[in-house]
């Protein structure tokens, strides 16, 4: 007998579009995504050099692209502040302003888009005159257990606006923890807390601080984000965040990081998020307007490597584009 007649053939199950579908392991559509959205206090858009695409966004503007996601099928935004150096102290205190830029930002989105699932970023770099997620010593040392104080209040004034998920970024210790025994306390049981679990000390993250002029003023932020170098210690902090109250877990960078994102998965039995951060974002850009990639094609097997990786949701600036290639077909 020939060898080639005793051989499987795996691509018959690879022959056209309708058997390639039907073999298809893993799916994505914008059921998994959020997208993260920037705003400012001024008026208009403010366009973002480092991400091409992106803008920061005032409440009018928000309301706008927060409803053609859903129309898009895109059901949850998460969004950012980028504040005046005015708004900025040492201890952060305009982050927990009741009548701040994220509470009225959550209001505005919450009245007209009762059924949008508003996310907000809890942590002090962008009302921070240091550029760190937490409190700066005298001596340079990111103060823990006062930065969490200061994260619990953030928090609350972000659910008494009405966010359905707070996501604290900051990687403080124990912040989880506190953070849900804030909420329960003052009756925001059914508020989700998204953890930044695994965040990395990451390169990828320039053009994120240049939408939010947030970069760290002195230093870096090795000291409380992960060293990309380790894996074992992401599963520490999925235990710890478990602990604590988590109720959904994030690595971010995602890209670099797939093997972080499928160990976390395996690990653990909540729902898993990934962030395609603006590096990641911005690289993909940069190559398509150069005519180095198909964009369409090169983000899509981007987000379907991410998905396969493990990860439920993806936080990605091409929610909205991906979502509308995805309907075309």
């Known amino acids: 007998m020939d060898v080639l007649d005793m051989l499987e053939r795996p691509r018959r199950n690879r022959?056209?579009?309708?058997?390639?579908?039907?073999?298809?392991?893993?799916?994505?559509?914008?059921?998994?995504?959020?997208?993260?959205l920037f705003i400012h206090g001024g008026?208009?858009?403010?366009?973002?050099?480092?991400?091409?695409?992106c803008d920061r966004l005032c409440l009018d503007a928000l309301v706008d692209e927060a409803g053609?996601?859903?129309?898009?099928?895109?059901?949850?935004?998460?969004?950012?502040?980028?504040?005046?150096?005015?708004?900025?102290?040492?201890?952060g205190?305009?982050?927990?302003n009741p009548e701040g830029l994220v509470p009225q930002a959550i209001r505005r989105l919450k009245t007209a888009h009762p059924d949008l699932t508003v996310i907000t970023d809890v942590a002090l770099d962008p009302y921070s005159s240091d550029g760190h997620d937490g409190i700066v010593s005298s001596d340079g040392r990111i103060l823990n257990d006062e930065t969490v104080s200061v994260l619990c209040q953030q928090a609350l004034s972000?659910?008494?606006?009405?966010?359905?998920v707070i996501s604290p970024s900051d990687m403080m210790d124990g912040r989880v923890g506190a953070i849900r025994e804030t909420l329960d306390e003052?009756?925001?049981?059914?508020v989700s807390?998204?953890?930044?679990?695994?965040?990395?000390?990451?390169?990828?993250?320039?053009?994120f601080r240049d939408a939010l002029d947030s970069a760290p003023r002195f230093g870096d932020k090795k000291t409380y984000q992960m060293d990309p170098a380790n894996v074992r210690e992401a599963l520490r902090e999925v235990d710890l965040d478990e602990a604590e109250g988590a109720d959904m877990l994030m690595v971010k960078p995602a890209g670099p990081f797939l093997d972080v994102i499928r160990a976390v998965r395996e690990h653990t039995a909540l729902p898993v998020a990934a962030y395609q951060v603006s590096g990641e974002y911005a690289m993909l850009k940069a190559a398509a307007q150069n005519g180095w990639l198909d964009e369409r094609?090169?983000?899509?097997?981007?987000?379907?490597?991410?998905?396969?990786?493990?990860a439920d949701v993806v936080l990605t600036y091409f929610a909205r584009q991906a979502a509308r290639w995805l309907r075309e077909g």
């Open 297 to 310: 094609a090169a983000v899509l097997e981007s987000l379907i490597g991410i998905r396969r990786a493990g």
């Open 186 to 190: 003052d009756g925001f049981t059914d």
């Open 68 to 91: 053609g996601a859903l129309e898009d099928g895109v059901g949850a935004v998460v969004i950012f502040p980028a504040l005046p150096d005015e708004f900025k102290t040492s201890g």
């Open 158 to 164: 972000h659910a008494q606006a009405g966010a359905d």
């Open 93 to 96: 205190e305009e982050s927990y």
């Open 15 to 36: 022959k056209s579009p309708w058997v390639r579908n039907m073999a298809r392991e893993t799916s994505v559509g914008p059921e998994h995504f959020i997208y993260p």
């Open 193 to 207: 807390i998204l953890a930044y679990t695994a965040k990395y000390a990451s390169a990828y993250y320039g053009p």
């Open 43 to 53: 008026s208009g858009r403010q366009a973002i050099a480092s991400m091409p695409g």
